[in-house]
Structures are given as structure tokens and as C-alpha cells.
């Protein structure tokens, strides 16, 4: 007996054993078989989809669900270009509110403005109010002078601007969120997330400095989980400055451990403990993704976290611990760093199984391909950071480097693995149009960004499936629609193999299925 039959499809399985069928059967959340296999069992239910696409449901492996759901119901000072139209957003809000309110702020970008805007402008339209401006980088702020006086008298910024840091330490000082609101931030982010056919995601970094929005952020996951509110199965990241030090026996490998309000019942195929998110540098778009060479123009490099001995020593203490690393990497200098603690860590503790993750690579060099390859690490990239920034992100690294932007091919060919994901909200989370800009690497503008980086709609599908699920250790129960794994699904409006590439990203996501439970 099966609970749902499926027929009438065209299914694109990412199984290689079995890449295509017509029909699918489903018993209790998971694939009993294709085809002739479930074609005798009878049926509860039988869902013709009339020549509809199904694929694995997506798999977002690079997220940031509390920050979207909180982004998405706060005031947005984006799109403005004009630094006086900031300012008529952000007077407006603030007299909305009492007079002792934090007011938070999202889309600050100062690349778009007439002017850079400071803390005293902001002071003049604040009305006494402590206001925080998200930037859109998620790596920098700008806060009013009410914020900076509760900052420690040697916090760095400029003109009230704060980046990486001295952004952590605002936040630490804004009152916290409730966990009744954070689950409802979840909730929203993670419904948008199936909506465009995300079945399953990775929250990249619970209970930080730099993106947690509480010290038991864990909790509000649970808590989304416990009361139906988490639409997609969720992976969770902890950031490695969550854990504190503990002592153990002398035999045992584990120096420091997590405190995020975890408590019994936490774990699971729905909610689950993933990777130990290590932070080395900070983001292009703020300037603070670690470069080898000056940014374009400039005469900054960006900055690394830490001291680099401490990120080493940090990658190399979680690795001996026995976490999966996900080492945020973003500029080539950042992609050393990680590099150098990976080769010490595996030759003081081989785990060729680790499978360590470098977030974002988002500037790699022609030698660091190899050594990426050697330590068998996943690299997990945004491609629709050059759909939407890419103008930027190619005029700062100059001529030289631009080739070498969140790469694909080069990848690919090094036999490094490739995961695709979104960094929501940094930019939009929409996979399909995320695969549009791995084929065809295009900007918004229709500037090519490292053409020969381009790679086939089907390995950018690899990237949404198979190979974020092995990057996120579900390959025995997701990625491909292959019997005996869960029964995650995405439908699609047509076909993104045989449609024209410029139409990849506008294909419809008619629905989402989760283990067999339908939304559509």
C-alpha cells in the first residue's frame, strides 16, 4: 500500500543509477520506488500532475532564517540613493514608537548613496531614539550617537559606521528579542524558503557575536519546531564563539563546548546540530573580506576576525574536537587562513571524512584550487551575489581578479566540490535563479562576471541536491528521489535542462512536497 502515487510527471530523479520517471510512490514520508517498481501497489491517493517537472526538493546549505524573518518585518531604508531619503524612512519610524525604543533599520548600503550618512545625521531625525542601520552586508551598521554612548569607550568606527567587531558589539548591547518573536522571524523566512522550493536549509551560525540574535537562538528554533511552525527541515550552525571551555578527562579531544539553550528533545530529521561555524574575515560589500592585494582603488586590504595564530588555532582545536568546520572564507588572504589550519589539523588528526566546509570562497586564486581539492574540502558559494553585486564585487577586485569571483568551472575541474546556497537575506534566495547565474554568469546589468566559470544546468542542480546534501551529511536520506529517502519534492513549471537559460530563474515553483505532505 502506498499513501501517495505520483504519475503523469516528468521526473528528474539526480540519481544517476536512475536519472528519469514517469511515476513515484510514497509511503510514509519516503520513496518506496519508480516506475514499474510501485506500478502494482495499490494506493490512498493518486496525484496526476499532468507532465509537471518534479526534483528533489532544494536544499539551501548557507542561511540566515532569524535574521530574514526579524529583516523582513522591520522598517528597510532600501532602495534610496539620496542619504536625505534614509533620513525621511528613518523619522518617520522613529516617531511611531515610544521614546525609550531601539528602532532596528534594514537595507543600509552606502555604495548607492549621494553621501555617506553619520551619526549625527541620524541624531537629528532620531528624536532621542537608539537607532541601528542593518547594513545590507550583514557585516557593518550605522548607529546614532544614543547607541554609541552604551559602546565601550574603545569601540572603532567611523562617524558612528561600525563594521564587523564593533557591529557584534552593538548588537550585544540591543535589548534581546523574545523567542516568541525570533520563532515567528523563523517561521516567515523558512515559508518563503518553501515557497521557492527549499525543502531543507542551514542555518550558518546560531548563537554569535556577529549574526546571533541571542545566546539560546537554538531554543527558538525548537520552539518553531514544537509548535508547527517550521515549514522545511533546518541544520544548524554554531558559531565557535558559542562555546565555552570545559574540562575533560585527559584522553578526551574536547576543550570547549556549546551553551545555546539546547535542552532534552533537541535533534532530529526535522531540527538538527550541524557544522561549527568558524568566522575569518568579514564581506565584500563592507570591505572587509580579507584580500592578498588592495581593493581596487583603495589602499585596503581588509581585515581577518583575529589574530590569524587565534583563527588557526580555533579551526585546528574544532577539527581535533570532531565538528564538521564551515570556515567562513570570503577573500583569497581568508582562504589561506583556512587552508593552512585545515592541512595542520589533518596532519595532527587525519579525518579524510570530515568533509569541512569553506563558506562563500568568494575570491580564489588559481593555486589555492588544488589545495582546496587535496583537503577534500565542500565549498559552499552565493551565485546570486553576482547576479546582484557583481558589478561592485568585479569593479574592487579590478581586471586581474574578477575571473576568479565565486567560481564554478575551476572549481569543478580541480575536483573540488560544489555546493550553491543563497546567504538569505543577504541576497535573493531563489535557487533557480541562482542556477541561471552559475550557466550563464550574468549580472542584473548583463555584465559577464568570469564567463569561463560558467557550468551545465544539471551540475548547478547537483549543486541544489546532491551535493548540499552530502555537505550536510542527509545524502542517505535526501538529494536525489531515490527509494528509501524522504520524500522531499519540488514541482516546477517547466523543465530548467530545456528551457532557454535567460529563463531558468522565472520558472513558476508550483508547490513543495515534505516527506510526502504537499503545499500546493
Known amino acids: 500500500m502506498l499513501s501517495t502515487r505520483i504519475t503523469n510527471a516528468r521526473i528528474i530523479t539526480m540519481d544517476p543509477a536512475r536519472p528519469v520517471a514517469r511515476e513515484l510512490g510514497i509511503w510514509r514520508g519516503r520513496i518506496v520506488g519508480l516506475d514499474e517498481e510501485v506500478a502494482g501497489l495499490p494506493a490512498r491517493r493518486t496525484r496526476d500532475l ?49 521614546a525609550d525604543a531601539w528602532v532596528d533599520f534594514g537595507g543600509y548600503d552606502q555604495r548607492t548613496l549621494d553621501r555617506p550618512l553619520t551619526a549625527r545625521d541620524l541624531d537629528a531625525v532620531s528624536l532621542g531614539r537608539k537607532v541601528y542601520l542593518g547594513h545590507i552586508s550583514g557585516h557593518a551598521c550605522l548607529v546614532n550617537t544614543a547607541v554609541l554612548e552604551r559602546l565601550p569607550a574603545d569601540t572603532p568606527h567611523v562617524d558612528g559606521f561600525l563594521v564587523e567587531g564593533a557591529m557584534g558589539a552593538a548588537l550585544e548591547v540591543r535589548p534581546p528579542h523574545s523567542l516568541a518573536e525570533l520563532a515567528a522571524a523563523i517561521e516567515h523566512a523558512a515559508r518563503v524558503c518553501r515557497s521557492e522550493g527549499v525543502t531543507a536549509c ?41 562555546l565555552g571551555p570545559v574540562s575533560t578527562a585527559p584522553e578526551d579531544t574536547t576543550n570547549r563546548a556549546l551553551s545555546l539553550g539546547l535542552r532534552t528533545g533537541f535533534g532530529g530529521g526535522a531540527l538538527s546540530l550541524g557544522a561549527l561555524k568558524v568566522f575569518t574575515d568579514g564581506g565584500m560589500m563592507a570591505r572587509t573580506a580579507a584580500l592578498t592585494g588592495p581593493y581596487d582603488g583603495t589602499d585596503t586590504c581588509g581585515q581577518l576576525q583575529d589574530e590569524r595564530q587565534v583563527l588557526e588555532d580555533t579551526i585546528v582545536e574544532g577539527h581535533i574536537a570532531g565538528w564538521q568546520l564551515a570556515i567562513h572564507a570570503i577573500g583569497d588572504r581568508a582562504v589561506d587562513v583556512a587552508l593552512d589550519a585545515l592541512e595542520k589539523a589533518q596532519k595532527l588528526s587525519p579525518r579524510p571524512e570530515a568533509r569541512h566546509r569553506v563558506e562563500h570562497a568568494g575570491l580564489v586564486r588559481p593555486d589555492q584550487l588544488p589545495r582546496l581539492a587535496a583537503l577534500g574540502v565542500t565549498v559552499v558559494v552565493q551565485p546570486n551575489f553576482l547576479r546582484y553585486y557583481g558589478d561592485d564585487y568585479a569593479t574592487v577586485m579590478g581586471q586581474d581578479r574578477a575571473d576568479w569571483l565565486y567560481r564554478g568551472r575551476g572549481f569543478l575541474d580541480h575536483g573540488v566540490r560544489l555546493v550553491a546556497s543563497s546567504d538569505r537575506p543577504v541576497a535573493d534566495g531563489a535557487p533557480l535563479r541562482a542556477v541561471q547565474f552559475m550557466v550563464e554568469r550574468l549580472s542584473q546589468s548583463g555584465r559577464t562576471i568570469g564567463g569561463a566559470e560558467a557550468i551545465g544546468v544539471e551540475e548547478a542542480l547537483r549543486a541544489y541536491t546532491t551535493e548540499a546534501a552530502r555537505a ?20 516546477l513549471g517547466d523543465d530548467p535542462r530545456r528551457v532557454d537559460v535567460s529563463r531558468i530563474g522565472d520558472i513558476e515553483v508550483v508547490g513543495t512536497w515534505l516527506e510526502g505532505d504537499d503545499e500546493w
Do not use: N
Open 50 to 98: 499532468d507532465g509537471a517537472v518534479v526534483l528533489p526538493g532544494f536544499i539551501d546549505s548557507h542561511v540566515h532564517l532569524t535574521w530574514a524573518g526579524l529583516k523582513a518585518s522591520a522598517p528597510s531604508v532600501a532602495p534610496s540613493t539620496r542619504a536625505d531619503d534614509v533620513l525621511r524612512v528613518v523619522g518617520d519610524a522613529v516617531a511611531r514608537v515610544p
Open 472 to 491: 550536510c551529511h542527509w545524502e542517505s536520506d535526501a538529494g536525489s528521489l531515490t527509494a528509501g529517502k524522504r520524500a522531499d519534492l519540488v514541482m
Open 202 to 242: 542551514v542555518e550558518a551560525g546560531v548563537g554569535g557575536r556577529l549574526f546571533g540574535r541571542t545566546p539560546i537562538e537554538a531554543a527558538a528554533y525548537q520552539l518553531a519546531h514544537e509548535t508547527g511552525r517550521l515549514p522545511i527541515r533546518v541544520q544548524l550552525m554554531a558559531a565557535a564563539d558559542a
